[in-house]
């Protein structure tokens, strides 16, 4: 068992690790929609909400 000073940057660090992988696995769904967009419409809109969210910078 850890000290409790010491939990706090290891949870943070779990926290943070945690976060990329999500970031990550998005990212990686809309690649996936983006690449299998029915319609060159649909793909720019896709794009469009990726940007807005920030997921994206400008393509």
């Known amino acids: 068992m850890l000290p409790a000073a010491r ?3 290891i949870m943070f660090r779990l926290g943070q690790a945690r976060r990329r992988r ?3 696995r998005n990212r990686r769904a809309l ?3 983006i690449a299998s ?3 060159p419409a649909m ?3 896709l794009i469009i909400v990726a940007q ?3 997921m994206y ?3």
Do not use: H, L
């Open 37 to 39: 967009a029915p319609t």
């Open 7 to 9: 939990k706090g940057p």
């Open 52 to 54: 807005r969210d920030g």
């Open 22 to 24: 999500e970031v990550a």
């Open 57 to 59: 910078g400008k393509r």
């Open 43 to 45: 793909r720019d809109e």
């Open 31 to 33: 690649d996936r929609a």
